[in-house]
């Protein structure tokens, strides 16, 4: 592994499995510290242990601001400073517009957008203060998806949250880029990961015939894997992306050009 992210700090949300592993894996091979911001515990404590001593773990619900802070706080406490954050924890949701009450509105928007954006606040006054120093390299990074860039049906408030996270890394780019920090985000296709299967598992008697469907629908004919949408966030955090902002990133193994 190369070493772009030599000497600098990331705090990445839902960092306990799937493509948030995966990106704090990948930083950390890069030569990032880490902090692992997730709800749950036991996974993400155990990440961190295996990951060394360049990792620690937060137990953070993105939805609190004080606990938002309090990892903010760790990263700096831990490591001296802050240039990178991935804002990546979510949730999904599938099903009719009828099906969509309040609770499901809540819960899909509020995690996928609203928190999204307050981790991003959050985090604002420690990469300013990064900049100050002249650390150039500092970036605010979102998983989107390729739901914020196209559409379905059945898949309306999710769809209707990630759209959102496009317009908040347009606007957070034009808005923060005098200040040097740079915004981006990454729209991965259907990735493995093992909330995938889950709602596989929900939506699917079979599992496998499922994701056989989901390769179909990829003009390379594989499946996108967590370590495919890490490689891109680890580019976007790097200096190799220095003049890349307000950039939505497809992950899509080709579905966008169809």
Sequence with gaps: MSGRLEGMTALVTGAASGIGKATAERFVAEGANVVLADINEAAGAALADGLGPRARFVRVDHNDRAQIRAAVAAALDAFGALDTVVA????????????????????????????????????????????????????????????????????SVYTASKH??????????????????????????????????????????????????????????????????????????????RMITGHALTVDGGQMAM
């Design 164 to 241: 959102g996270v496009i317009g908040m890394v347009r606007s957070l780019a034009l808005e923060l880029a005098p200040a040097g920090i740079r915004v981006n985000g990454v729209c991965p296709t259907v990735t493995d990961t093992p909330l995938l299967r889950e709602f596989t598992v929900a939506m699917a008697d079979d599992e496998e015939e499922a994701m056989r469907r989901f390769r179909a629908t990829v003009p390379l004919g594989v499946m996108a894997e967590p370590r495919d949408v890490a490689a891109a966030f680890a580019f976007l955090a790097s200096p190799d992306a």
């Design 88 to 155: 990546n924890a979510g949730v999904s949701f599938a099903g009719s517009v009828d099906s969509a009450d309040d609770a499901v509105l809540e819960r899909v928007i509020g995690n996928n957008l609203v928190a999204q954006f307050k981790v991003a606040q959050e985090a604002l006054p420690a990469l300013r203060e990064r900049v100050k120093g002249r650390h150039l390299q500092v970036s605010i990074l979102f998983t989107a998806s390729l739901q914020s860039l196209k559409a379905k049906p059945n898949f």
